[in-house]
């Protein structure tokens, strides 16, 4: 830590700038979609005993463990049914805690390359090791933005089928005399952003790769034999 000396100059070269838009897409990849709370309504009526809709709700959020989303019905007894037996179906907590969870881990290895950028500018290029641990951490991160938002998009489509319309296919709305209607969902727009932003990140982390393989020693030998080719070897003499 002695060595620390603040250079601003890789912030201003594609290999630092890149890090820090990484850094950014990355809290709005985890924020969007670790932050979301909503709630689906199904309107029951059974006349003539409940003759006007009364409207049940669910409430569900991360991490999207639907099955333990119960349904809460107003003050009084709606239909004769108890629906806090009743719940959401599907449990999407693996997909998008494994999606949130490596987004903050992305989002503190932006912070640690981004110290040693700018604070240890000459240890990273005099090394032969930090550029290729980056290149290679920059490689798996770009594999695994892209598995993570893969399966979190598969799971985000399942939860829009799951708390929209389906959700009105309760037990009880199959009783004679009972009718259930879908009434609202809360819009998840938040969501889609975080989708859209994993992909970005992959996007992201896949052309810095290029950059950062430029720092390794897989880069420089070319440029080092290009150097000797064009001044470090005399020319022949002549006979």
Known sequence: MSNFQLNL?????????????????????????GGFKGKTEILVNCPPKVPENKTITA?????????????????????????????????YASSAQFYVTFAV????????????????T?????SRK???????????????????????????????IATGHRGKELAPCHSE????????VTGMGSLNVSMIFGFLNMILWGGNAWFVYKETNLH?????????????????TGI
């Open 9 to 33: 100059n890789p912030l201003k070269e594609p290999l630092g700038f890149i890090k820090v838009l990484e850094w950014v897409a990355s809290i709005f990849a985890f924020a969007t979609c």
């Open 59 to 91: 409430t569900f959020g991360y991490p999207f463990r639907l099955n333990e989303a119960s349904f809460q019905a107003p003050p009084g007894n709606v239909c004769d049914v108890g629906w806090n037996k009743f719940v959401l179906v599907g449990d």
């Open 105 to 120: 881990f992305v989002f503190l290895y932006c912070i640690a390359a981004l110290l040693l950028y700018v604070g240890y």
């Open 122 to 126: 000459n240890l990273y290029r005099d």
């Open 130 to 160: 930090l550029p290729m641990i980056d290149f290679i951490v920059t490689l798996v991160v770009t594999f695994l933005w892209l598995v993570s938002t893969s399966a979190w998009a598969k799971a985000l489509t399942d939860i829009k």
């Open 177 to 184: 005399g009972l009718m259930c209607h879908f009434g609202s």
């Open 220 to 236: 420089s030998p070319s440029n080092t034999s290009a150097s000797h080719t064009q001044g470090g070897i005399p020319p022949p």
